[in-house]
């Protein structure tokens, strides 16, 4: 039997969850050609595991799992690519007013920083941290579609919650004493 996806299968899998799809790939790769192509390859790996999902007893948070790991391949490929990633110090940038345009920018700036400690976490880590705090998916979900238990789905986050915290040190305003 040929792994397809007939109508049937995309009305119950795909399109119930093709928004979160889409704005989960945005939120990692931030760049429309590059989710186009994030997106084409998603569909690809979901193709490939079809049975995989369909027996799956909570296929959606697999499905949008899958669609964070495609993403993050792709982000690193590109990383390797270029041989680096620009950062900026943040510590030099006066924080002004939340709306002016510098501190819109500002803010842009914050979040891709966060973006890219996300990226540098182990890969299940940063699964377990973008489903439970971005896509806000309970613990019980995670570890469903992550094939784990809840507590190793607790541990992930955890792990990356400690990491991050490392990785973004350098964001965290300097107290004078």
């Given at each position: 039997?040929?792994?397809?996806?007939?109508?049937?299968?995309?009305?119950?899998?795909?399109?119930?969850?093709?928004?979160?799809?889409?704005?989960?790939?945005?939120?990692?790769?931030?760049?429309?050609?590059?989710?186009?192509?994030?997106?084409?390859?998603?569909?690809?790996?979901?193709?490939?595991?079809?049975?995989?999902?369909?027996?799956?007893?909570?296929?959606?948070?697999?499905?949008?799992?899958?669609?964070?790991?495609?993403?993050?391949?792709?982000?690193?490929?590109?990383?390797r690519n270029q041989k680096?990633?620009?950062?900026?110090?943040?510590?030099?940038?006066?924080?002004?007013?939340?709306?002016?345009?510098?501190?819109?920018?500002?803010?842009?700036?914050?979040?891709?920083?966060?973006?890219?400690?996300?990226?540098?976490?182990?890969?299940?880590?940063?699964?377990?941290?973008?489903?439970?705090?971005?896509?806000?998916?309970?613990?019980?979900?995670?570890?469903?579609?992550?094939?784990?238990?809840?507590?190793?789905?607790?541990?992930?986050i955890e792990r990356g919650?400690?990491?991050?915290?490392?990785?973004?040190?350098?964001?965290?305003?300097?107290?004078?004493?």
């Open positions: 039997m040929a792994n397809t996806i007939d109508e049937r299968d995309y009305d119950l899998l795909i399109e119930p969850v093709k928004q979160q799809m889409i704005r989960s790939i945005w939120r990692i790769v931030r760049d429309a050609g590059d989710a186009e192509e994030v997106l084409q390859e998603s569909f690809e790996v979901i193709w490939k595991q079809i049975k995989k999902i369909k027996r799956h007893p909570n296929p959606h948070p697999l499905i949008l799992r899958i669609c964070i790991c495609v993403s993050y391949d792709f982000l690193r490929k590109k990383i680096r990633i620009e950062r900026m110090d943040f510590k030099e940038i006066p924080v002004e007013s939340p709306h002016t345009a510098s501190g819109d920018l500002l803010s842009k700036e914050i979040k891709q920083e966060i973006d890219s400690a996300i990226i540098q976490l182990p890969r299940r880590q940063a699964e377990a941290v973008l489903m439970r705090f971005i896509q806000d998916q309970p613990y019980n979900a995670i570890a469903q579609s992550m094939g784990c238990s809840e507590t190793t789905v607790r541990t992930h919650r400690v990491k991050l915290k490392q990785l973004l040190a350098h964001l965290e305003p300097e107290t004078t004493s």
